[in-house]
């Protein structure tokens, strides 16, 4: 499990700055749209990280605090600054959002499976939320 936060953590780290990327550099008819979108993403993934981290601090274990450690330890990938179209944007959101959820759904159930409810409550919360982020991504993506 701490593995895996610490993998979550470092995913939330990379999250938000690549959510930066976006929302500087999205470009437009749905620029204010989605500028303003990313940045409600990044304010929560920021605050996760925070959360994710004394979590760890709260069990016991060492959160992991370099970016060059934080950018080792994630799966979600960092990209190039460009000019993105919105629905570039929402492509990358939901493929990172989609992994990010996967990642919890398996700290959620091993958290549940080991009766640790201070850990599985907050996941449950998270995936609650990457649902309805999800169900926007989609609708956002119809032509
Ligand atoms: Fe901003």
Do not use: C
């Not at 550099?25 to 500028?35: A, T, Y």
């Not at 069990?59 to 330890?73: A, C, F, I």
């Not at 979600?76 to 929402?90: G, L, Q, R, Y």
Request: net charge negative.
């Amino acid at each position: 499990m701490k593995d895996n936060l610490n993998k979550f953590l470092s995913n939330l780290a990379v999250m938000t700055f690549k959510l930066h990327n976006l929302h500087w550099n999205v470009v437009g008819m749905n620029f204010v749209q989605l500028h303003e979108y990313t940045e409600s993403l990044y304010d929560q993934t920021f605050k996760q990280f925070d959360e994710v981290a004394e979590m760890l601090k709260m069990r016991g274990e060492s959160p992991l605090v370099k970016l060059d450690d934080y950018k080792k330890g994630a799966t979600i990938k960092e990209i190039e600054a460009k000019a993105f179209t919105a629905a570039e944007v929402v492509g990358i959101l939901k493929s990172d959002i989609s992994e990010m959820a996967a990642l919890a759904d398996e700290i959620r159930k091993d958290a549940a499976g080991a009766d640790d409810f201070k850990v599985s409550t907050v996941f449950e919360d998270y995936l609650k939320s990457y649902a309805k982020t999800l169900w926007f991504l989609d609708a956002m993506s119809v032509k």
